[in-house]
């Protein structure tokens, strides 16, 4: 069995273990909706390029609506942890979401070069406006929904404060 079939397993392997490094437990309690709706947003998106014939997954380890099962589980995990680092200051908060979604664009590459994604009519140009989009949208329904709670203070773990530190965000 090639890597493609299992990478959704491996992604989200290593995307949960950076939620549960990163977040307490308290926090992804309070953020969960937002995880599922990360994954409601990536499935719909991924149905939607599938129907017009610009994307699509080739079969990999469990499927739901032609997405492996796996990629919205690493997916829910990738939108606590973009909504767990989510800046307060405009700036910071489009630098926090160029950053996830040049991370996100990186993990769509290597799927595509390993065989489990096909862009069909999809270029690197058009992926990268498309997770922007993406993820825009998850950080300004998270606003909507979660209010001030998006940035309690001590939503983190100490772990994360270091790491702040140490890149001096």
């Keep these: 069995m090639e890597f493609w ?11 949960w273990m950076a939620v549960f490094v990163f977040l307490d437990i308290e926090r992804i309690k309070a953020l969960w909706p937002i ?4 994954s409601v947003l990536l ?16 079969e990999g380890f469990l ?11 690493w997916s829910f995990g990738a939108g606590l942890l973009l909504i767990g680092f989510m800046p307060r200051e405009f700036i910071k908060k489009i630098l926090t979401l160029l950053l996830f979604t040049i991370l996100a664009l990186a993990l769509d590459m290597l799927s595509v070069r390993v065989g489990g994604h096909v862009h069909d009519n999809f270029t690197f140009l058009h992926s990268f406006v498309f997770i922007l989009y993406r993820l825009v949208t998850l950080v300004w329904i ?28």
Excluded: C, Q
Aim: net charge positive; no cysteine.
């Design 5 to 15: 079939y299992w990478e959704s397993v491996v992604y989200s392997i290593v995307v």
């Design 35 to 38: 995880g599922l709706l990360s």
């Design 142 to 169: 998270a606003e909507e929904l979660l209010g001030e709670k998006m940035y309690a203070k001590g939503n983190r773990k100490e772990t994360d404060y270091r790491l702040r530190n140490l890149l001096k965000l």
């Design 63 to 73: 499927t739901l609506a032609g997405v492996p099962l796996f990629h919205l589980f």
């Design 43 to 58: 499935l719909t998106s991924h149905f939607f390029l599938s129907s017009l014939g610009s994307a699509h997954f080739n």
